[in-house]
């Protein structure tokens, strides 16, 4: 998977608990022509990429844009159809912590590790 760096037509694929930025963030930068928003945790199967198959046929100059986290779940290129593979990229993620709560997350991370 390529990071992103197109423009243009976009399929928006997400399975994240809060797709909401993601998905505005994409609608602000190009034109998104089909959203597909899965549940949080998805577990990425076949008939998902034969959906994405079927979206590129009724979208043929599109690209199919999704997380970061979703391109990692779905798991080795060579189980991503040739054609969502050619035209997959995915959005970076960049992790902010609001006032103190980076320091709230350190302990708490501090804290498992030391029970474990």
């Not at 608990?17 to 990425?44: A, I």
């Amino acid at each position: 998977l390529r990071p992103l760096k197109q423009r243009g037509k976009v399929i928006a694929l997400s399975g994240i608990g809060n797709p909401k930025p993601f998905l505005s963030t994409l609608n602000e930068q190009y034109r998104v022509v089909e959203e597909v928003t899965l549940k949080d945790h998805h577990v990425y199967r076949v008939r998902d990429m034969l959906h994405l198959e079927e979206l590129l046929k009724r979208h043929p100059d599109a690209a199919i844009i999704t997380t970061e986290k979703d391109a990692v779940k779905m798991g080795r290129a060579e189980k991503i159809p040739a054609a969502v593979r050619r035209s997959l990229y995915y959005m970076p993620i960049d992790i902010t912590f609001i006032e103190e709560s980076a320091t709230d997350f350190l302990q708490k991370i501090e804290e498992d590790v030391r029970s474990n």
